[in-house]
């Protein structure tokens, strides 16, 4: 009996580690997709396509993605709050962070796209610069396309704080599908065949898969996010602190 009951408390002891062993390796198969979907295609072009079209790219992948990271602060620095949320079955306060988290992120990214489309208006315009980014249409068509990809994100992050991370293989799967197509198309579309196809890879599944599982599973409408987070604001507004997501 004894030998039984200390089995079975070691048994019970190594499943949380088995578990969060197993998320993190679910992680870092995510972040290999996201690392192929969205930096893949840059070695791509530089195989491939010439250096000024390779470089324009380059350098607007870089900026963009940096404008990607910086939007995404605001959902990463809420997601303890989120997982306590998650944990106390508490619905409307993760209505509440979530779509304080969306508001904020939006935003963000919405003025600092804003911002690099005109410097690299300025950029084209004055002639002088030895690079250049992409054309206007194609920062357009690219800005939509990576403002969709910080939209599912934010959504993956809110899955994640309770424990769970099912998007691997839709990861890993993407990553793969982008670079092959991309591969294919790039000498008959050049530039735009690696961001055309990077868009409809990612919306023929991950732009609405994963805000439609992250809402089914917390009971939440999109509207009803953004009202409760708009709430949200408001009160931090209030709050001397500052950006404070409790």
Do not use: C
Request: net charge positive; proline share 3%; charged share 10%.
């Amino acid at each position: 009996v004894w030998y039984r009951a200390m089995a079975g408390d070691a048994s019970r002891a190594t499943q949380p580690r088995r578990h969060l062993i197993g998320n993190a390796l679910r992680l870092g198969a995510s972040q290999l997709g996201a690392f192929a979907t969205h930096r893949g295609n840059i070695l791509l072009a530089a195989a491939v396509l010439s250096v000024e079209a390779s470089t324009a790219y380059s350098l607007s992948v870089t900026a963009l993605m940096a404008i990607y990271g910086i939007a995404l602060a605001a959902p990463q620095a809420a997601l303890p709050f989120l997982g306590q949320a998650a944990q106390q079955q508490d619905r409307e306060g993760s209505a509440r962070l979530l779509g304080a988290a969306l508001l904020l992120s939006y935003g963000t990214f919405i003025l600092g796209f804003i911002a690099f489309l005109l410097v690299a208006l300025w950029v084209a315009t004055e002639g002088s610069f030895p690079v250049h980014f992409l054309s206007p249409s194609a920062l357009l068509v690219f800005g939509v396309i990576i403002f969709l990809e910080l939209n599912h994100s934010i959504f993956g992050l809110f899955i994640t704080a309770s424990n769970h991370v099912p998007f691997y293989k839709a990861a890993l799967l993407s990553g793969a599908a982008i670079l092959s197509f991309s591969a294919v198309l790039v000498g008959e579309l050049g530039v735009w065949s690696l961001i055309l196809v990077q868009g409809g890879v990612q919306l023929a599944y991950n732009n609405w898969r994963w805000p439609l599982a992250a809402m089914r599973s917390g009971g939440l409408s999109y509207r009803t996010l953004l009202s409760a987070g708009l709430a949200q604001l408001r009160l931090m507004s209030g709050r001397a602190s500052g950006l404070d997501f409790r």
